[in-house]
């Protein structure tokens, strides 16, 4: 199992790769006109910096806590579900 | 929805998310000369385009389509092709944010590919190239032979 500590060992590339065979994807949202995407691995969140979407990441937090999923959490549509 | 007047081999992609939009239609500008992208924003623009094309219009070489749409959905689009003659063998792919092992099932047992979104540019290159191996035989061969 894949512990927040062990996947901040690995470098960028390899936090990439395997978020692309493991993680789950969460949500995407644009901060400064730059897109972040948040990802779930194991029991903790990743969120993503591009500086040019989906090619150039210039940053990745790692984070436990659900506080910063709120952004995402607010831009999901429930409407068609009441 | 978008496209030019010159005939080329056509691949659609469906996808709500402009971002995504873009990005695969960087990734096939290296074939412009070959290869036209026709974009649409949901499975029922898909549909209506592919519906609307005429007995002399070429088939598309390729249909991507983005599983999560408004109106039809990726897999609804896929299931539909599936039961529709003229269009039963053209080459699909399924390209998502999931890489759920119950989607690619989906994709396969619809004969279609699946392939996970990227998140770095090293996997945009390769999905490119997967895209291509998914498209018809004789289209493979002649953007193979313009790279060379």
Redesign the interface.
Same mark, same amino acid.
């Given at each position: 199992m894949m512990t927040l500590f062990a996947f901040q060992l690995l470098t960028p590339a390899e936090q990439l790769d395997l978020l692309y065979e493991a993680g789950t994807y969460i949500g995407k949202r644009r901060v400064e006109g730059r897109v972040r995407i948040l990802y779930q691995l194991e029991g903790f969140y990743i969120e993503v910096h591009y500086k040019k979407y989906r090619c150039i990441a210039e940053k990745l937090v790692c984070f436990r806590s659900t506080i910063p999923l709120e952004p995402y959490l607010e831009a999901i549509d429930v409407e068609h579900l009441v | 929805m978008t496209h030019s007047i010159t005939p080329k081999n056509i691949v659609l992609y469906a996808d709500d998310?402009p971002?995504?939009l873009?990005?695969v239609q960087e990734a096939f500008a290296q074939f412009a000369r070959d290869v036209e992208v026709v974009t649409a924003s949901d499975g029922g623009q898909a549909l209506s385009y592919l519906e609307a094309l005429s007995d002399l219009d070429p088939l598309p070489c390729l249909i991507i389509l983005d599983v999560n749409m408004p109106v039809v959905d990726g897999k609804q689009v896929l299931r539909r092709l599936r039961t529709m003659e003229r269009f039963a063998e053209v080459p699909v792919v399924l390209f998502t %944010?999931?890489?759920q092992p119950a989607d690619q099932g989906f994709a396969e047992k619809h004969g279609a590919g699946f392939i %996970?979104?990227?998140?770095?540019?090293?996997?945009?290159e390769l999905i490119t190239d997967q895209f291509i191996a998914h498209c018809a035989e004789e289209i493979r061969k002649k953007i193979r032979r313009q790279m060379q």
């Open positions: - | 998310d971002d995504d873009q990005l %944010t999931s890489s %996970t979104k990227p998140l770095q540019f090293k996997q945009m």
